[in-house]
């Protein structure tokens, strides 16, 4: 373990304890229902509970004493009634005569002085609705008999080309040609601190607090739909339990929704939601539905891809058209294809939307593309790593979109990683083997993947994030960003990449509080960006502080080897000092969203993973006996924390693969709680080798890229193999629950489905 | 109800009515809100508790239950030195060092199951701890630093750390 010393800066590479570890054992650390609110009131959300249909009327029950409830609506709106994001479609509260577009639409707010009091005032509205047909499924989007968005059902479509022309009459001269359709379901972040926000209303100010990512979406969206100024509303973070996306545009709707009610109550207001409510109302990952035809020539050279995506983007466009983008960026794969055709559509149905979840598209069309090399693999007789070295992109090498790759190209480094620690012994088979039954079948599966770090083509120029750095009379620095910290780390290794680049202990770093009052836009906690794109705008504030401070020592006859004391010296004589940093995009990044093609991202991570299963033949349960991930970071800034990012995404993508159904019923999630909406456990998790692989990014900060979501891709993809090569049937939809195999035996025969 | 228990040490006396969830009166009349609410129904044990050093999860605990029972939450499991510093628990130290919490909802009821665990089987191995602590869910973690600084915590309270 290495122990930083208190005297010296942090150390780039080690392990130092988490800045925020302490309070967090004890229980000192304070998440947003832990907030004291004196007189605060509890909020509660009124929903629709029809998937489709025109809302009639409200009406209270005259028996009921209302004297201490507080009922919004949606005439309670001072602004405009939108939860703004994208598109700016999606109501805070559906109004009287408006339309109701999914079973969890917010049709009035009601608050009381205790959750059991706003609960009972709840049961007594009474709504009246005028059903509609309402479409609640991919396959009626598509039909659009009834169409809820336009008159296709299509809330975006986008394309990528590259010598595509006769795409079909290449596919049909390939020596090969693997089709296949790949089926994914929602998925539930499942953060273990459910959604809440607290309000309160200062004079004309609006205040809130919140468990969420993104401080300045959510100011966005008050200042609309309260019809403030800027400066009138005030977000900060709390102490948030997990994010994962769940937490990035959700908390926009509830914190509006809390600041309606303090507004009508005149006293704060908590809006935490329970479990149940969580799940049901908040976003999932989009589920997916991805047609591939792979086409080789006789020796395993990849020769074209055509991939059709379908998301299932529910019912408002909300960030759908940049998760699909994302989900076609990623199709193709970590390969080179001549010849490409991608079309994807997000598809409207009747359902609460999808929205973000670590990985943001990539996990499904992942799915897709590594399935088929499995395929190929199979088919042609060629060793899985073997054809993926004769197909991977190397430096010098161009993507779909036609983005040449120069900088940091991990490619061929994971797989060797992967290959040369599969020499290894494995480490001792986690506890639950012992519960498999005779006979036992077992498999092993690879999966290779890549996945763009930062926002999608032009984004970070058009976000231009900020930071500020500012030394304080006490001779310490305070970070102002507003990055979050959702258990990823963030306030570690800004505080690490800070203490090296002024040289001074981690206990003269202060991260200030994420508050939109206190801290610039540095752009969401989003996109594996936080390290690479802010961490580096840290380090470049720090190192320009740095120089001024360096100059005023020497102008002063001051030890330039302690800044902190110079920092204390400056500020006492000269007045404050600070330092502002914008992104600037590496030089020849140039992306067009009209052709769709050039430089989707700034670098890619690079991974490949490999498990091994064991799967009972009698109650097809299966056990992950061995999953080996190797992952290109760049540079890990903290060793042990990029683990656990690692890890935590490799067990919820295994968790995807094998245990996390979401089914719905007419656009109603049937599952709504943790005891039937399961997660993994300790015990059904395998021990999960983590192999880190550092090939430096120029323009990241100490070389690190992104690494919060590459773990969310491949390891699916991997499970399936396994399953697949242990039984001999194709496993093309996700999760695999025993029943879902027991299905897939019956209705293919074990081979004959295979190429 | 009239209820006399020992809480983190000290005795308590309180009037309350017999069905609240001991999770609700540890975080609203006692203001210990390191227990927190993941679920509501058992299924997550961020809310865990120790009765008699055994874990339980509060949100299922009528507080009626508690009458003459030992009660010690997340707030007591770190120790006072004598000069008034706080003595982190080995899984406490453990879990830091080892990056064992990262959004950290979890990790008071982990750190309470895992202490008490620890107690019982001071030389629990990897597959052991992994069944231990499989009525607390981590989403963030996969696990294996938690149980690396539970082998670690294990091996500290033998008189022997790796750290």
Sequence with gaps: ?755 | MKLRFRLNDEDKELDVEPFRRLLDVLREDLHLTGSKEGCGEGECGACTVLIDGAPVNSCLVPVAQLDGHDIRTIEGLARQGTDGEVLLDEVQQALVSFGGTQCGICTPGIALCASAALTREPNADRARLRELLAGNLCRCTGYQLIIDALVDAASTRRGNSKR
């Design chain 1, 1 to 755: 373990m290495s122990k930083d010393h208190e005297d010296a800066p942090m150390t780039i590479g080690g392990s130092p304890d988490r800045v925020d570890g302490v309070p967090k054992v004890t229980g000192t650390a304070l998440y947003v229902d832990d907030l004291e609110a004196p007189g605060a009131w509890h909020g509660a959300t009124l929903r629709s509970d029809v998937p489709r249909g025109r809302f009639v009327s409200l009406t209270r029950a005259a028996d009921f004493d209302w004297s201490d409830v507080v009922v919004v609506t949606a005439d309670d709106i001072a602004g405009q009634n939108v939860v703004a994001l994208i598109e700016d479609d999606q109501p805070s509260l559906v109004p009287v005569g408006g339309m109701i577009c999914h079973r969890e639409e917010a049709l009035a707010l009601v608050a009381a002085p205790t959750r059991a009091a706003a609960r009972a005032a709840l049961a007594h509205l009474t709504v009246v609705v005028d059903a509609l047909p309402a479409v609640t499924t991919l396959d009626a989007a598509l039909r659009a008999d009834v169409a809820v968005h336009n008159d296709d059902n299509v809330l975006k479509r986008l394309e990528i080309h590259r010598n595509d022309d006769d795409i079909d009459e290449i596919l049909a001269r390939c020596a090969h040609v693997i089709e296949g359709t790949y089926e994914t379901g929602a998925q539930e972040q499942m953060y273990i601190e459910p959604q809440g926000i607290l309000a309160e209303w200062r004079g004309e100010t609006c205040r809130v607090t919140g468990s969420l990512q993104c401080p300045y979406y959510v100011h966005k969206a008050l200042v609309m739909l309260l019809g403030l100024p800027d400066d009138q509303v005030v977000v900060t973070q709390a102490v948030t339990g997990g994010g994962f996306g769940g937490k990035e545009e959700y908390p926009s709707m509830i914190a509006g929704h809390a600041a309606l009610l303090a507004r009508a109550a005149g006293r704060p207001i908590k809006l935490i939601y329970d479990r149940a409510e969580d799940i049901a109302a908040t976003t999932k990952r989009h589920p997916a539905r991805v047609h591939h035809r792979l086409g080789l020539d006789a020796d395993g050279q990849l020769v074209a891809a055509d991939i059709d995506v379908l998301l299932d983007g529910g019912a408002y466009v909300t960030l759908s058209p940049v998760v699909l983008s994302r989900a076609i960026l990623h199709a193709a794969g970590p390969y080179r294809i001549p010849h490409v055709r991608i079309v994807g559509r997000a598809l409207a149905t009747n359902t609460p939307p999808h929205g973000a979840f670590r990985g943001f598209g990539a996990p499904q069309t992942t799915f897709a593309y590594e399935r088929q090399m499995q395929k190929a693999s199979r088919a042609l007789g060629i060793d899985a790593f073997e054809l993926r070295r004769k197909n991977l992109l190397r430096s010098g090498d161009s993507t779909a979109t036609g983005q040449v790759l120069t900088d940091s190209v991990g490619s061929d480094a994971v797989l060797d990683t992967l290959s040369a620690a599969l020499e290894r012994a494995a480490p001792p088979a986690a506890a639950r083997l012992g519960s498999l039954h005779s006979p036992v079948r077992r498999g092993r599966g690879l999966a290779f993947c890549f996945h763009g770090s930062g926002f999608t083509g032009s984004g970070e120029q058009r976000l231009a994030g900020r930071v500020t750095v500012a030394c304080l009379p006490s001779g310490d620095f305070e970070i102002r960003s507003s990055s979050t910290d959702i258990g990823q780390g963030m306030l570690t290794i800004f505080s690490q990449i800070a203490s090296q680049a002024l040289g001074v202990p981690a206990a003269r770093i202060v991260l200030s509080e994420p508050s939109t009052e206190r801290v610039p836009d540095s752009g969401p906690t989003v996109a594996s960006r936080t390290c690479m794109i802010v961490g580096r705008l840290v380090e470049r504030a720090c190192l320009a502080l740095a120089e001024q401070l360096r100059a005023h020592a020497a102008a002063n006859r001051l030890d330039a080897t302690d800044l902190a004391t110079v920092a204390a010296h400056r500020v006492a004589h000269a007045g404050p000092l600070a330092e502002t940093c914008e992104h600037e995009s590496p030089p020849g990044v140039e992306w067009s969203d009209e052709t769709y093609t050039g430089a989707a991202y700034p670098v890619f991570g690079w991974a490949a993973c490999l498990v091994d299963v064991a799967v009972d033949e009698d109650t097809r349960e299966v056990v992950v006996e061995r999953c080996i991930h190797a992952v290109d970071v760049g540079r890990a800034i903290h060793r042990r924390i990029v683990e656990g990012q690692i890890e935590g995404g490799t067990l919820q993508a295994l968790g995807w693969a094998l245990w996390e159904a979401v089914p719905y019923d007419d656009g109603r999630v049937l599952n709504p709680s943790m005891t039937d909406c399961i997660i993994p456990t300790s015990a059904d998790a395998p021990e999960l080798e983590t192999l880190l692989v550092e090939m430096p990014f120029a323009h990241g900060p100490h070389g690190a890229k992104g690494v919060g979501e590459i773990p969310m891709d491949g390891p699916a993809a991997a499970v399936a193999g396994a399953i697949e090569d242990a039984l001999g049937v194709a496993c093309d939809v996700v999760p695999l629950l025993p029943e879902v195999l027991d299905v897939l035996l019956v209705d293919q025969p074990p081979q004959e489905t295979l190429a």
